[in-house]
């Protein structure tokens, strides 16, 4: 196992930048859970950096052995040069540089029978991460990220999809306009997640093929696409609160999609 080199931390160190993350093609993993799902999935990873305390560790030993076993280069760095990579407070001393898995809507195939959770400009990357890992969770089949949004291979938003983001197919910057009359026209029914929408909301996956779509925090989904929708769903409010957080509301719905 070779010294990190002045390069590689560059490296690292770029993949905190949108900037970076598109020149590269890469972006950044931080932590033993979360490489530790990485190396499970089998998604690919340019660069493993680790310190020796981390590596004495059995269940870090085992991680990093994974990586090696796939031809990843693993390098050894002091604990500052973690720290400075680490966009974490308190680094596990083990951080990956993910190769981006090229996809676009156009690109994706489906079963018979589908799931498609779409995002229009959802900018808290806990939103955004939270989403994929409960798409992730429930088995669904993509995640469509709309342009305006939370960029879902930064760091906070990396971390907060706790591995979900290496087991589905995530497309960035998506032209929903364009991507939802696709979809549709590949036997998909839309339904919008809308506070206005009808509370027959625990059937809004009875079609084989289905698309969520959910709005941004601010101001909810873009009139423009809430047009194309076939039916807009509501959960209702049995007590206090002003709405549902977006994340909360996937989960809600992707499990009903579920029974």
């Given at each position: 196992?070779?010294?990190?080199?002045?390069?590689?931390?560059?490296?690292?160190?770029?993949?905190?930048?949108?900037?970076?993350?598109d020149?590269?093609?890469?972006?950044?993993?931080?932590?033993?859970?979360l490489?530790?799902?990485?190396?499970?999935?089998?998604?690919?990873?340019?660069?493993?950096?680790?310190?020796?305390?981390?590596?004495?560790?059995?269940?870090?030993?085992?991680?990093?052995?994974?990586?090696?076993?796939?031809?990843?280069?693993?390098?050894?760095?002091e604990?500052h040069?973690?720290?400075?990579?680490?966009?974490?407070?308190?680094?596990?001393?083990?951080?990956?540089a993910?190769?981006?898995?090229e996809?676009?809507?156009?690109?994706?195939?489906?079963?018979?029978?589908?799931?498609?959770?779409?995002?229009?400009?959802?900018?808290?990357?806990?939103?955004?991460?939270?989403?994929?890992r409960?798409?992730?969770?429930?088995?669904?089949?993509?995640?469509?990220?709309?342009?305006?949004?939370?960029?879902?291979?930064?760091?906070?938003?990396?971390?907060?999809?706790?591995?979900?983001?290496?087991?589905?197919?995530?497309?960035?910057d998506?032209?929903?306009?364009?991507a939802l009359?696709?979809?549709?026209?590949?036997?998909?029914?839309?339904?919008?997640?809308?506070?206005?929408?009808?509370?027959?909301?625990?059937?809004?996956?009875?079609?084989?093929?289905?698309?969520?779509?959910?709005?941004?925090?601010?101001?909810?989904?873009?009139?423009?696409?809430?047009?194309?929708?076939?039916?807009?769903?509501?959960?209702?409010?049995r007590?206090?609160?002003?709405?549902?957080?977006?994340?909360?509301t996937?989960?809600?719905?992707?499990?009903?999609?579920?029974?």
């Open positions: 196992m070779t010294r990190v080199t002045k390069k590689q931390l560059a490296l690292l160190r770029s993949l905190d930048t949108r900037r970076g993350r020149e590269t093609g890469l972006f950044l993993a931080e932590g033993l859970r490489c530790a799902e990485m190396a499970s999935a089998g998604a690919p990873a340019e660069l493993v950096l680790t310190t020796e305390a981390a590596r004495a560790k059995p269940e870090v030993a085992a991680v990093l052995a994974r990586f090696e076993a796939a031809g990843t280069a693993v390098v050894l760095g604990p040069d973690v720290e400075r990579v680490s966009d974490t407070v308190h680094s596990q001393g083990i951080v990956a993910a190769r981006r898995r996809t676009s809507p156009e690109a994706l195939s489906f079963g018979a029978r589908a799931v498609v959770v779409a995002l229009d400009a959802v900018a808290d990357p806990g939103n955004v991460g939270t989403v994929i409960t798409a992730a969770w429930f088995g669904a089949d993509a995640v469509l990220a709309g342009r305006g949004g939370a960029d879902p291979l930064n760091p906070k938003v990396v971390r907060a999809t706790m591995g979900g983001i290496f087991h589905l197919p995530v497309c960035r998506v032209d929903l306009g364009a009359p696709a979809l549709r026209r590949a036997g998909f029914r839309i339904a919008a997640a809308d506070v206005d929408g009808a509370p027959e909301w625990r059937s809004w996956a009875a079609s084989p093929r289905v698309a969520l779509l959910l709005g941004g925090e601010a101001r909810g989904i873009e009139p423009s696409l809430l047009a194309q929708a076939d039916v807009r769903i509501a959960i209702p409010r007590g206090a609160g002003e709405s549902l957080n977006v994340a909360v996937a989960g809600i719905l992707l499990a009903s999609a579920e029974r």
